[in-house]
């Protein structure tokens, strides 16, 4: 199975033509957009999702993504939404349109694939939710938000620590971290870290639903900041006891 960070450099436009992110190729988000809504997964740009297809409904929805553009929506369940009465998957309102970069049917059905986030995108209306959900969508731009040397010095300043957290024994993989030091793009650093290394879902959310670039890299080190420390005070309490002993402590 491939890994999330072995991303392409992709562009989003709408039928009407206006373009949403860097470009190599050019994709057309169609008017109704196929979403599958999960709960505790956010899906960034250019990241790479595995899913597992197993349900009837995500079956068809497979065979039809397949026969036509490959596209569909990955959203957040809305858990407070849903806790409400006469709610069907509340999806939070933001979500990424992804394509199908690879698909693999087994022998019982059920298909395992590979999803690449190409763009943020805003639900505007729910158009069916039979056989599967559709939606009409918006594309969202990231924005700067400060100048390129102020966001490459917050690139840096992430970076930093990140690679503090993984020495405090977070786990993060050597590849996806070796990998990150070769993105320079402060929005594509930060989507891609955030996929990779954000523990908390509701914070993923808030990263994904923050387009102004300066702020996500802000709110992302502020974070992981609260994640180190969190690590210190752990291993202050614990003291010499290995992990599997801390109770007697």
């Known amino acids: 199975m491939s890994h999330p960070h072995e991303a392409l450099a992709l562009g989003c436009h709408t039928p009407g033509g206006s373009y949403v992110g860097s470009m190599e190729m050019e994709i057309n988000l169609p008017p109704a957009i196929p979403v599958m809504t999960l709960p505790g997964t956010v899906l960034f740009p250019q990241a790479l999702l595995p899913l597992h297809i197993f349900e009837p409904r995500y079956r068809q929805m497979l065979r039809d993504v397949l026969a036509t553009h490959r596209i569909f929506a990955v959203a957040r369940l809305d858990e407070d939404l849903a806790a409400e009465p006469g709610q069907y998957e509340p999806p939070h309102r933001v979500a990424t349109a992804g394509i199908i970069r690879a698909c693999q049917k087994n022998e019982n059905g059920a298909s395992h694939l590979l999803l690449q986030g190409l763009c943020r995108v805003e639900f505007t209306a729910i158009l069916h939710d039979e ?16 100048d390129d040397q102020e966001n490459r010095r917050l690139r840096q300043e992430l970076a930093r620590l990140l690679s503090l957290k993984r020495k405090f024994g977070a786990p993060m993989s ?37 387009l102004d670039t300066h702020r996500r890299l802000q709110l992302f080190s502020t974070q992981v900041r609260a994640e180190i420390e969190a690590i210190k005070l752990r291993r202050k309490l614990q003291g ?9 402590n």
Request: net charge negative.
């Open 240 to 248: 010499p006891l290995g992990d599997d002993a801390i109770s007697h």
């Open 174 to 210: 050597d590849e996806m971290t070796a990998f990150l030091r070769t993105v320079e793009d402060p929005a594509t650093f930060v989507d891609l870290a955030a996929f990779g290394f954000c523990e908390d879902a509701g914070v993923k959310q808030k990263l994904l639903e923050t």
């Open 131 to 146: 056989p599967y959900r559709c939606v009409h969508a918006r594309p969202l731009a990231s924005t700067p938000g400060a």
